[in-house]
Protein backbone atom coordinates (compact mmCIF):
# COMPACT_ATOMS: atom_id res chain seq x y z
CA UNK A 1 0.00 0.00 0.00
CA UNK A 2 2.79 2.38 1.12
CA UNK A 3 4.75 1.76 -2.76
CA UNK A 4 1.33 2.77 -4.22
CA UNK A 5 0.46 5.42 -2.62
CA UNK A 6 4.02 6.98 -3.32
CA UNK A 7 4.04 5.76 -6.85
CA UNK A 8 0.44 7.54 -7.61
CA UNK A 9 0.93 10.67 -5.34
CA UNK A 10 4.02 11.60 -5.71
CA UNK A 11 5.37 9.64 -9.40
CA UNK A 12 8.64 11.55 -9.15
CA UNK A 13 9.95 9.18 -6.65
CA UNK A 14 8.44 6.37 -7.99
CA UNK A 15 11.20 4.73 -9.11
CA UNK A 16 13.03 4.81 -5.39
CA UNK A 17 13.59 1.55 -3.33
CA UNK A 18 10.89 1.80 -0.53
CA UNK A 19 11.92 0.08 2.67
CA UNK A 20 10.39 -0.68 5.78
CA UNK A 21 11.92 0.18 8.89
CA UNK A 22 12.77 -2.02 11.95
CA UNK A 23 11.84 -0.87 14.59
CA UNK A 24 9.20 1.50 13.08
CA UNK A 25 7.63 4.06 15.45
CA UNK A 26 4.43 3.71 17.59
CA UNK A 27 2.42 6.46 16.12
CA UNK A 28 4.02 5.43 12.87
CA UNK A 29 4.72 3.09 10.06
CA UNK A 30 8.04 4.33 8.92
CA UNK A 31 9.92 3.56 5.43
CA UNK A 32 12.76 4.84 4.31
CA UNK A 33 12.49 5.81 0.19
CA UNK A 34 15.75 5.92 -1.49
CA UNK A 35 18.60 7.38 0.11
CA UNK A 36 17.31 10.82 1.04
CA UNK A 37 13.34 10.17 2.31
CA UNK A 38 10.83 9.02 4.62
CA UNK A 39 7.35 8.08 4.76
CA UNK A 40 5.72 7.74 8.23
CA UNK A 41 2.20 6.29 7.79
CA UNK A 42 -0.23 6.90 10.90
CA UNK A 43 -0.74 3.80 12.70
CA UNK A 44 -3.93 4.60 15.00
CA UNK A 45 -6.29 7.57 14.75
CA UNK A 46 -4.31 9.64 17.64
CA UNK A 47 -1.61 10.23 14.74
CA UNK A 48 -3.80 11.24 12.17
CA UNK A 49 -3.16 15.15 12.13
CA UNK A 50 0.91 15.11 13.02
CA UNK A 51 1.69 15.35 9.30
CA UNK A 52 -0.65 18.96 8.92
CA UNK A 53 1.27 20.38 12.24
CA UNK A 54 4.69 19.36 11.26
CA UNK A 55 4.22 20.89 7.88
CA UNK A 56 3.00 24.22 9.73
CA UNK A 57 5.56 23.90 12.80
CA UNK A 58 8.67 22.11 12.11
CA UNK A 59 10.27 24.81 9.46
CA UNK A 60 9.42 27.79 11.92
CA UNK A 61 10.65 25.66 14.92
CA UNK A 62 14.10 24.10 12.95
CA UNK A 63 15.93 27.30 12.88
CA UNK A 64 15.76 27.80 16.91
CA UNK A 65 16.95 24.32 17.55
CA UNK A 66 20.75 23.30 17.96
CA UNK A 67 19.43 19.71 16.02
CA UNK A 68 18.38 18.89 12.58
CA UNK A 69 14.24 18.52 12.64
CA UNK A 70 12.98 16.60 9.96
CA UNK A 71 12.01 18.68 7.06
CA UNK A 72 8.58 17.72 5.03
CA UNK A 73 8.67 17.80 1.63
CA UNK A 74 5.19 16.19 0.98
CA UNK A 75 1.83 15.60 2.94
CA UNK A 76 -0.47 12.77 1.12
CA UNK A 77 -3.89 12.07 0.97
CA UNK A 78 -6.22 8.99 1.86
CA UNK A 79 -6.37 6.58 -0.73
CA UNK A 80 -6.40 2.55 -1.33
CA UNK A 81 -8.03 1.99 1.37
CA UNK A 82 -5.93 3.75 4.03
CA UNK A 83 -7.75 6.45 5.60
CA UNK A 84 -5.39 9.38 6.80
CA UNK A 85 -2.65 11.75 5.58
CA UNK A 86 1.12 10.63 5.88
CA UNK A 87 4.11 12.60 5.53
CA UNK A 88 7.68 12.32 3.25
CA UNK A 89 10.08 13.56 5.12
CA UNK A 90 14.19 14.48 4.34
CA UNK A 91 16.02 11.43 6.17
CA UNK A 92 17.74 12.57 8.74
CA UNK A 93 21.36 10.37 9.12
CA UNK A 94 21.98 8.93 12.49
CA UNK A 95 21.44 5.78 14.87
CA UNK A 96 18.24 4.21 16.56
CA UNK A 97 18.69 5.58 20.62
CA UNK A 98 17.86 2.22 21.91
CA UNK A 99 19.14 2.17 25.45
CA UNK A 100 22.53 0.08 24.00
CA UNK A 101 23.81 2.81 21.66
CA UNK A 102 23.33 5.52 24.21
CA UNK A 103 24.85 4.06 27.50
CA UNK A 104 28.14 5.03 27.29
CA UNK A 105 27.07 8.38 25.71
CA UNK A 106 27.64 11.75 27.68
CA UNK A 107 27.70 13.77 24.29
CA UNK A 108 24.01 12.14 23.21
CA UNK A 109 22.50 13.46 26.68
CA UNK A 110 24.24 16.83 26.67
CA UNK A 111 23.00 17.52 22.75
CA UNK A 112 19.41 16.47 24.08
CA UNK A 113 19.82 18.61 27.16
CA UNK A 114 20.27 21.68 24.82
CA UNK A 115 17.70 20.57 22.07
CA UNK A 116 15.25 20.20 25.03
CA UNK A 117 16.17 23.56 26.51
CA UNK A 118 15.83 25.60 23.02
CA UNK A 119 12.37 23.75 22.48
CA UNK A 120 10.80 24.61 25.65
CA UNK A 121 12.21 28.03 25.18
CA UNK A 122 10.04 28.63 22.10
CA UNK A 123 6.46 30.22 22.88
CA UNK A 124 5.36 31.37 19.39
CA UNK A 125 3.01 34.24 19.59
CA UNK A 126 0.34 32.56 17.67
CA UNK A 127 0.81 29.00 19.62
CA UNK A 128 -2.30 27.08 19.92
CA UNK A 129 -2.58 26.63 23.18
CA UNK A 130 -6.25 24.30 22.55
CA UNK A 131 -4.56 22.24 20.60
CA UNK A 132 -1.63 21.51 22.94
CA UNK A 133 -4.15 20.47 25.47
CA UNK A 134 -6.40 18.32 22.97
CA UNK A 135 -3.04 16.52 22.62
CA UNK A 136 -2.10 16.66 26.18
CA UNK A 137 1.27 18.20 25.84
CA UNK A 138 -0.15 21.26 27.54
CA UNK A 139 -0.50 19.04 31.11
CA UNK A 140 2.15 17.34 33.34
CA UNK A 141 3.88 14.52 32.30
CA UNK A 142 2.42 12.51 35.88
CA UNK A 143 -1.35 12.77 34.44
CA UNK A 144 -0.06 10.60 31.42
CA UNK A 145 1.23 8.01 33.63
CA UNK A 146 -1.50 5.44 33.89
CA UNK A 147 -2.69 6.12 30.58
CA UNK A 148 1.08 5.80 29.16
CA UNK A 149 1.92 2.28 31.00
CA UNK A 150 -1.41 0.95 29.57
CA UNK A 151 -0.74 1.70 26.13
CA UNK A 152 2.81 0.24 26.74
CA UNK A 153 1.65 -2.94 28.24
CA UNK A 154 -0.76 -3.42 24.80
CA UNK A 155 1.79 -2.94 22.80
CA UNK A 156 3.47 -5.97 24.36
CA UNK A 157 7.17 -6.43 22.99
CA UNK A 158 7.27 -3.42 20.80
CA UNK A 159 8.91 -1.35 22.94
CA UNK A 160 11.19 -2.27 25.97
CA UNK A 161 9.13 -1.10 29.29
CA UNK A 162 11.68 -2.76 31.50
CA UNK A 163 14.30 -0.29 30.30
CA UNK A 164 12.88 2.75 31.91
CA UNK A 165 14.45 4.23 34.88
CA UNK A 166 10.58 4.65 36.08
CA UNK A 167 9.63 3.03 39.56
CA UNK A 168 6.82 0.50 38.57
CA UNK A 169 2.95 1.51 39.11
Same mark, same amino acid.
Given at each position: ?72 ? #? ?81 ? #? ?5 ? #? ?5
Amino acid at each position: MARRLVDTQFPQWAELPLKLLDPAGSDHVIYRLGEDLSVRLPRHEGAIRQAAKESEWLPRLAPQLPLAIPVLV #GVGEPDFDYPWPWAVSRWLDGEVATAEALAESSRAAVQLVKFLSALQGIVPEDFPVEDAREDLTGRPLADRDRATRAAIAEHD #GMFDAAA #GPWPRA
